[in-house]
């Protein structure tokens, strides 16, 4: 039994990676191998053996279960249910991470594995970008020739920020005081400031509130606030101090924005227009209402939702992930999915009523709400069918959850 965990765990960690590889190279992969199909591939068959080989059922992974039971039959009943279904197994992936995380990352020392696997991960995205910059190669969103991000978009700074959750998590729990603290604490501080810096001029709106929610909750909640507002002032100051650096190109890119919208009409135009994201749930919910009944507690056509918003555009896709559940799964859908996290809270809570005198435990509950923080604003700008985004954010806190349980149990039988 041990064997078949250790196996499972180290697959986890090859799925992470491939996931990496995949985020750096796909968008500009050419030729007939396809890293995403291989990596999707090999993540249903591994996630698909693990449901079928560790089918154990508590309400957490009993709601998930339903939940993909749910989407999975409105697949099927889809106008087009073979693209429905390719959508779902997206889907079906990531959340099924969740679970995996629970039973998989069951103690201390895999959790300080995932925190490294996370953090290299996140070193290797700097890096990547780093060089990209300094050659002046890749792609560059927004406006051309300001900031590069390699073969990757500018949507891979939602990825740095959930990597970086595992920052503060090693630092406060795994970091010895003792034995390399200096070195470690350093280079985990130009880890971070390297994210900070790359999320600031990727001037993605929703990372950005993203980041500033999630670091406001962390601070008012972790149990390590002097420990961690020390290292929150440090990467401050020297993001301040450096600022001549990247503040002409941080400029440039806020004023194309502001430029982009300007030439979109004024305020009342865009508002008539609904081209904003509210806009975008409101003509949903109209759409949606319009065909029946069925329609609004169901949905229509599961996650194909190209063209479908009039005056959205013929090929625009609908954006915001509540529009996607509502549209594909009704009222029903968009409530299993925002209660899912409400399930994920309940779970936390069940562990740290009783531990609440841990500062582990704490700190963990901490992450918890800051991750599904971020998740949820993350959510207004898209990202349900991203693999690589939602398996870092359904794997960590399933893994929080599983270590939690780990330690009550231990705590009960001493």
Known sequence: ????????????????????????VESGARGNIHLGLIRGYVAIIFVTYFLLSNLKLNRLTLYVY?????????????????????????????????????????????????????????????????ISNILGIGISTYLEGTFYTGQTNVNIVKDMLILLVAVPVYYTMFIDEKENYASNKYVLLFITITTLLIVVIGFKR???????????????????KIRISK???????????????????????????????ERMGNIQQIAEERTDRVGEFITTVEVVSEDGILSTFFGKDLFDHVGVLPGFGFNRSIHVDYSVY????????????LWLHIMILLENNKYYKHLKDIREIRELK??????????????ISGGWGNITFRTFIMLYLGACLGVMKTIYLNEKSE
């Open 1 to 24: 039994m041990k064997l078949k965990s250790k196996f499972e765990f180290w697959i986890v960690i090859a799925i992470l990676l491939l996931n990496s590889v995949v985020l750096l």
């Open 66 to 130: 339903l939940f993909l039971i749910y989407l999975f039959l409105l697949a099927l009943f889809s106008q087009n249910p073979a693209y429905s279904l390719t959508m779902f197994s997206r889907v079906y992936i990531t959340l099924m991470m969740l679970p995996i995380g629970y039973y998989v990352v069951n103690s201390v020392r895999r959790f300080e594995m995932l925190n490294r696997t996370y953090i290299y991960i996140l070193t290797l995205i700097c890096i990547y970008i780093i």
């Open 206 to 224: 929703g990372a950005l509130l993203a980041l500033i929610a999630g670091l406001l909750t962390y601070i008012y909640y972790s149990p390590y």
């Open 231 to 261: 290292y929150i002032v440090i990467s401050g100051l020297i993001l301040l101090i450096t600022s001549p650096i990247y503040i002409n190109v941080l400029l440039d890119r806020y004023e194309h924005r502001r430029d982009l919208i």
């Open 326 to 337: 509502l549209y594909g799964a009704g009222l029903i859908g968009l409530f299993l999915y």
């Open 366 to 379: 901490t992450i918890i709400f800051v991750v599904i923080i971020m998740s949820l604003l993350m959510s």
